[in-house]
């Protein structure tokens, strides 16, 4: 399931409310200022920075 685009443009990194973009596999939200991905599950981002995975 695939997240809506108009949703994509208002979301922010909880962290730092920086600017987030899909992976190119489109499982997650990764904030490049902040180096987390935030995952995908069920087409609903999860934008807890608990959850949040560090880029590799």
Not at 5 to 10: M, N
């Amino acid at each position: 399931m695939a997240v809506d685009q108009s949703l994509l443009e208002i979301l922010a990194c909880p962290k730092c409310k920086g600017e987030v973009a899909l992976t190119q596999k489109k499982d997650g939200l990764v904030c490049n200022a902040c180096r987390l991905i935030y995952p995908i599950t069920d087409g609903i981002p999860v934008m807890l920075v608990e959850e949040a995975n560090p880029l590799d």
